[in-house]
């Protein structure tokens, strides 16, 4: 009898030890959470998150090391992506070989796949660059979640005028303080599907805000996807309440009305 209830109490401290092992794993999964959520919150002060101004499409919010976004999940593309961009998050170790095109985990099927996009014409254009992940290889490598994709047009577009764009927002960013760069799709009214189920929708064009919270400006720029001169970027920029009225999307909510009416009516020149 001593050594069954010995046994017994052996057993009854090993479920013990599982069950705070369990509990010890989901207190650190969730402080992990809490903690990755409070990057993108610090991400979000300066702007607030684009908000859907008509009906919610069924959408996940996510969060990266580098960019938060809202996953819209009938069209399998972001309906925006928003970056907090400084001169430190610029440089690094971090190579864009160390990332590979792979389904969102966080989501699973909700994501395309990089499959979706073989042997259909469209690159798989980052909406978050990874060139602005170089500070921290696990940026980089999220960056290439498929969340983070949009089919976009290759020669001249991705491998062109948006490319010359990317490279023009960091080097304004290289020089200010920060800027929070708002990306993402905008569609005609019946867009074109790609994917093995045909249900990766097509952007008609592409838009991205760069805001300086210092001096409180903002400049946008609305391009179709399509092959267009690296050169012409000053003629594809716009107001934001142009990409307002073609999105559905708010932007800039936790400015005042006062400031918000006056950055985004004001089509700036371009940026020096």
Same mark, same amino acid.
């Given at each position: 009898?001593? =050594?069954?209830?010995?046994?017994?109490?052996?057993?009854?401290?090993? &479920?013990?030890?599982?069950?705070?092992?369990?509990?010890?794993?989901?207190?650190?999964?969730?402080?992990?959470?809490?903690?990755? &959520?409070?990057?993108?919150?610090?991400?979000?002060?300066?702007?607030?998150?684009?908000?859907?101004?008509?009906?919610?499409?069924?959408?996940?919010?996510?969060?990266?090391?580098?960019?938060?976004? $809202?996953?819209?999940?009938?069209? *399998?593309?972001?309906?925006?992506?928003?970056? /907090?961009?400084?001169?430190?998050?610029?440089?690094?170790?971090?190579?864009?070989?160390?990332?590979?095109?792979?389904?969102?985990?966080?989501?699973? +099927? !909700?994501?395309?796949?990089?499959?979706?996009?073989?042997?259909?014409?469209?690159?798989?254009?980052?909406?978050?660059?990874?060139? %602005?992940?170089?500070?921290?290889?696990?940026?980089?490598? =999220?960056?290439?979640?498929?969340?983070?994709?949009?089919?976009?047009?290759?020669?001249?577009?991705?491998?062109? #005028?948006?490319?010359?764009? +990317? =490279? !023009?927002?960091?080097? &304004?960013?290289? %020089?200010?303080? !920060?800027?929070?760069? #708002?990306?993402?799709?905008?569609?005609?009214?019946?867009?074109?599907?790609?994917?093995? =189920? *045909?249900?990766?929708?097509?952007? +008609?064009?592409?838009?991205?805000? $760069?805001?300086?919270?210092?001096?409180?400006?903002? #400049?946008?720029?609305?391009?179709? %996807?399509?092959?267009?001169?690296?050169?012409?970027?000053? +003629?594809?920029?716009?107001?934001?309440?142009?990409? /307002?009225?073609?999105?559905?999307?708010?932007?800039?909510?936790?400015?005042?009305?006062?400031?918000?009416?006056?950055?985004?009516?004001?089509?700036?020149?371009? &940026?020096?």
């Amino acid at each position: 009898m001593p =050594e069954r209830n010995s046994d017994k109490g052996k057993t009854s401290t090993g &479920w013990v030890r599982t069950a705070l092992a369990v509990f010890a794993f989901w207190l650190s999964a969730l402080a992990a959470q809490a903690a990755d &959520w409070a990057a993108c919150e610090a991400m979000l002060r300066w702007t607030g998150a684009p908000a859907y101004r008509g009906e919610t499409p069924d959408h996940d919010l996510l969060c990266r090391k580098g960019y938060v976004l $809202a996953h819209n999940a009938e069209r *399998k593309v972001a309906d925006w992506v928003l970056e /907090e961009l400084t001169h430190e998050r610029l440089t690094g170790p971090a190579r864009r070989e160390s990332g590979r095109f792979r389904q969102d985990p966080d989501i699973g +099927e !909700r994501s395309a796949s990089p499959k979706d996009y073989a042997r259909t014409g469209y690159d798989r254009g980052h909406l978050a660059p990874a060139a %602005n992940m170089r500070w921290d290889d696990g940026a980089m490598a =999220e960056s290439f979640y498929m969340t983070n994709m949009a089919p976009q047009v290759g020669i001249g577009f991705n491998r062109g #005028i948006w490319k010359a764009l +990317e =490279e !023009r927002v960091r080097d &304004w960013a290289g %020089n200010r303080d !920060r800027l929070i760069v #708002i990306t993402g799709p905008i569609y005609g009214d019946r867009p074109k599907t790609i994917g093995q =189920e *045909k249900d990766v929708a097509v952007p +008609e064009a592409f838009y991205k805000i $760069a805001y300086d919270p210092e001096r409180k400006r903002a #400049i946008a720029f609305l391009l179709l %996807n399509k092959s267009a001169p690296s050169n012409a970027l000053p +003629e594809h920029i716009v107001t934001v309440r142009e990409i /307002e009225e073609r999105t559905g999307l708010d932007f800039l909510a936790t400015l005042s009305k006062r400031d918000q009416n006056r950055i985004e009516t004001n089509r700036q020149p371009m &940026w020096r």
